[in-house]
C-alpha cells in the first residue's frame, strides 16, 4: 500500500509563494493520476489540481494561472507550486492518488490521502 506525506505548508502573507511536497513510499503511484485537495474550516474537501499518468493537469478555476502540480518520477514525489496567495487559500492541504482514466478534480477516484499539511495566508 502507498503510503503519501506532505510538506511544506506553513504561513505566509498576502502575494506570497509556498510549495508543497508529497512523497510516496513506493513506485507504484507512477501509475496512478495524483492530486492535491484543500478543506477549509466548515467547508467540504475540494479539489484544487490534479496530474494525469501522462503528465496532463487540471485545475480549479479558483487557482489557475496561480499554482502549478508537477511531479518527479524519479523521487516519487509530487510538488504544489503556489504563487499570488490569497487569504481565500488558507486551508489544509492534502496529496490523493487513485486510479483514474484523466486527471480529474473529483474525490471520487481517491483510495490513498495523505495526512494534511496547513497553509494560512494572512492579509
Known amino acids: 500500500q502507498v503510503q503519501l506525506v506532505e510538506s511544506g505548508g506553513g504561513s505566509v502573507q498576502a502575494g506570497g509563494s509556498l510549495r508543497l511536497s508529497c512523497a510516496a513510499s513506493t513506485d507504484t503511484y507512477r501509475r496512478m493520476t495524483l492530486g492535491w485537495f484543500r478543506q477549509a474550516p466548515g467547508k467540504e474537501r475540494e479539489g484544487v489540481g490534479s496530474i494525469g499518468i501522462d503528465g496532463n493537469t487540471t485545475y480549479a478555476d479558483s487557482v489557475k494561472g496561480r499554482f502549478t502540480i508537477s511531479k518527479d518520477p524519479n523521487k516519487n514525489t509530487l510538488y504544489l507550486q503556489m504563487d499570488s496567495l490569497e487569504p481565500e487559500d488558507t486551508a489544509t492541504y492534502y496529496c490523493?492518488?487513485?486510479?483514474?482514466?484523466?486527471?480529474?478534480?473529483?474525490?471520487?477516484?481517491?483510495?490513498?490521502w495523505g495526512q494534511g499539511t496547513q497553509v494560512t495566508v494572512s492579509s
Open positions: 490523493a492518488a487513485g486510479r483514474s482514466v484523466r486527471p480529474t478534480l473529483s474525490k471520487n477516484y481517491v483510495s490513498i
